[in-house]
């Protein structure tokens, strides 16, 4: 689990995104924390640590159909899916710590979001 | 020597210049006039020397449970790679094309430097040396003692991977750093075990490369575990948890009691709240004679509010109490109190920033000495005294 990946998404796709993470056996609402933008538009967003192989598994559309799902269903929602990805995998243990932190501070500085509240 | 003689050593000698020029890779033929030879000499003179050291990608190792190493890396591709022991006994790797390559150590691997050393073919050499200090071994039995009268609470160490799982369900064994954590069993022998079923809500194991020891690192943003327990019913409660924090920290870490689980977690009017922001050092925290009365009606008396930083790590940032969400300032005061018989259940939570290793609640007075040798355990974790 080397990749600390930060993922948001606006809050019309919020509902699916969850869904597909639960049948992928991730639990449910992984997408928890409500954001917003300045003008007011709302999105969700989590952080996770993800090893490379389960992150392409991911990724990967033709994956997700041979495990029967409908791949037109989520592939919106995934395509609406903001990503911001460190890589940790030749860190020390004192930056490993920090990266959570930095990956998320300035993800939402980049974007221009602000936390509105943690469910 | 005679005029044949010569021409024959000349000869000689045109061959084996022929064979050398070929060598350095400069196309050369029997149709080649001898009178040619020194321009092709010049094109050898003008072929690049590769000066440049092979480069290591990455050079990791990885400590099994059962204390045999995994080394693993990538160099840059066509090198030759050695590793040695802390001996400096050759190791036997396996590289593959693309410059993958993997080392495993049988248990119990030495401690002390492993040498990576990768060379290319015009005699570049790196080196780099990782560093193998092995787990301190859990030294849980002092604290699980303390549980021996079966008071309330619990013991989570983060530091025995026995106790560790990678699901909530508690099936999947934690083996190595990196993985994330589903389930912690409690070690108090209240079957207060702490989960966490939602992947990005988990955090994973890591390992303090000074001391040894493994702890959870939480990323500050959505992490949060959890145990579900009947109720409360001591009067007095000591808290502690052994904490490295994140350099950049803006979240801290937080040991909460609440009647909500809370992901993340909220300071919310029914709880306990033990929380501390802590910029980059160690330190070893404990929350005294806490009282807790079983009546909301009443108020709570804190006969005795500590906190301790270790010596070596100084400049406590902040620790900070709560108590239905009122700060509590200082001990010898009284503060509403919370019901926490009725409702239940209770939940016993952890998040924030920063690696845990160890976390102790107990429902019962401690004394003096049983503080200190607890404070003394969780000081190995975070390399403080």
Same mark, same amino acid.
């Given at each position: !689990? ?23 056996n ?67 243990s ?26 | ?40 000499i ?23 449970? %059962? ?12 090198v ?30 030495m ?20 560093n ?6 859990p ?17 989570? %160490? ?10 909530s ?55 949060? !575990? ?35 689980? !809370?992901?993340?977690?909220v ?105 200190? !040798?607890?404070?003394?355990?969780l ?7």
């Amino acid at each position: !689990m080397n990749l600390s990946i930060v993922n948001i998404v606006p809050e019309e796709y919020r509902s699916l995104l969850n869904e597909l993470a639960e049948i992928l056996n991730m639990g449910s609402a992984n997408l928890s924390i409500q954001l917003q933008d300045e003008a007011g538009n709302i999105y969700y967003g989590c952080h996770s640590w993800w090893s490379v192989d389960k992150y392409i598994q991911f990724k990967d559309l033709h994956g997700l159909s041979s495990l029967g799902l409908d791949v037109e269903k989520y592939k919106p929602a995934i395509k609406n899916l903001t990503e911001s990805i460190i890589d940790t995998v030749n860190m020390s243990s004192d930056e490993v710590i920090t990266i959570p932190s930095i990956n998320w501070d300035s993800t939402l500085k980049d974007l221009n979001l602000t936390i509105n509240e943690k469910e | 020597m005679t005029i044949s003689d010569k021409l024959l050593s000349i000869l000689e000698i045109k061959d084996e210049l022929k064979s050398a020029i070929l060598e350095k890779g400069v196309d050369i033929n029997n149709q080649t006039s001898f009178s040619e030879y020194p321009d092709k000499i010049r094109l050898i003179s003008t072929t690049t020397v590769d000066t440049e050291a092979p480069i290591i990608e990455s050079f990791t190792l990885n400590i099994n449970v %059962d204390n045999s190493v995994m080394f693993e890396g990538k160099v840059e591709s066509g090198v030759n790679i050695i590793l040695m022991n802390p001996n400096g006994e050759t190791l036997p790797v396996t590289i593959n094309e693309n410059g993958s390559f993997s080392s495993y150590v049988p248990s119990p691997a030495m401690e002390g430097f492993y040498t990576l050393i990768v060379s290319d073919s015009s005699g570049n050499t790196t080196v780099e040396a990782k560093n193998l200090k092995l787990p301190v071994a859990p030294v849980n039995d002092p604290i699980v003692e303390l549980f021996n009268e079966k008071p309330e609470g619990a013991f989570y %160490d983060f530091n025995d991977l026995s106790t560790l799982f990678q699901d909530s369900a508690g099936l999947i064994p934690v083996t190595t750093v990196g993985q994330t954590i589903g389930k912690v069993l409690d070690k108090s022998g209240n079957n207060n075990h702490l989960i966490q079923p939602t992947v990005s809500r988990q955090p994973k194991l890591i390992r303090d490369e000074e001391t040894g020891s493994y702890g959870l690192v939480w990323d500050g943003v959505d992490d949060v !575990m959890y145990a579900s327990i009947p109720k409360i019913e001591s009067t007095s409660i000591h808290m502690f948890f052994s904490q490295r924090f994140a350099s950049i920290n803006n979240s801290g870490f937080q040991f909460y009691l609440s009647d909500v689980p !809370m992901s993340p977690p909220v300071n919310n009017n029914r709880s306990l709240w033990l929380t501390t922001t802590y910029d980059g050092f160690y330190s070893a925290i404990w929350l005294r004679h806490f009282r807790i009365l079983g009546n909301p009606a009443q108020r709570s008396n804190i006969t005795s509010l500590r906190n301790v930083f270790s010596s070596k790590h100084v400049k406590p940032k902040n620790l900070v109490v709560y108590l239905n969400k009122e700060r509590i300032q200082s001990p010898n005061a009284t503060y509403q109190g919370f019901d926490w018989q009725n409702p239940a259940p209770v939940f016993i939570g952890l998040a924030g920033n920063g690696v845990t290793h160890k976390a102790i609640l107990i429902g019962r007075e401690l004394t003096d000495s049983e503080v200190s !040798m607890t404070q003394d355990i969780l000081n190995i974790d975070v390399g403080a005294w």
